[in-house]
């Protein structure tokens, strides 16, 4: 069992920056992937990022690839979401997401989610 807990959202001007940060307690986050994936009002859920659970393998949707940066550090079971050159679009809820295995890309691969923390970009 793991628990995620996102931070960090806000209200940011277009060209901004954030990071968010996803927080894990329970056994074995070491050995989980993590997706970060987000939605927007009408919206689907959607990927945005995912790492493996060394942090050796990453990969991004194409919308922020480029502007955002996945991370983790497992000694103090975090994962991170740096977000750069934010655009309006990129308005949402975001939240993390663990997997046992490998990094995965849709929402039905993943066992263990955040809360959500919300990402507002003005233009």
């Known amino acids: 069992q793991v628990q995620l807990v996102n931070s960090g959202g806000g209200l940011v001007q277009a060209g901004g920056s954030l990071r968010l940060s996803c927080a894990a307690s329970g056994r074995a986050f070491s050995s989980h992937a993590i997706g970060w994936f987000r939605q927007a009002p009408g919206k689907e859920r959607e990927f945005v990022a995912t790492?493996?659970?060394?942090?050796?393998?990453?990969d991004y949707a194409d919308s922020v690839k480029g502007r955002f940066t996945i991370s983790r550090d497992n000694a103090k079971s975090t994962v991170f979401l740096q977000m750069n050159s934010l655009k309006p679009e990129d308005t949402a809820v975001y939240y993390c997401a663990a997997r046992r295995g490998t990094i995965h890309y849709t929402r039905a691969g993943y066992d263990y989610w955040g809360q959500g923390t919300q990402v507002t970009v003005s233009s």
């Open positions: 790492i493996s659970a060394s942090g050796a393998i990453t």
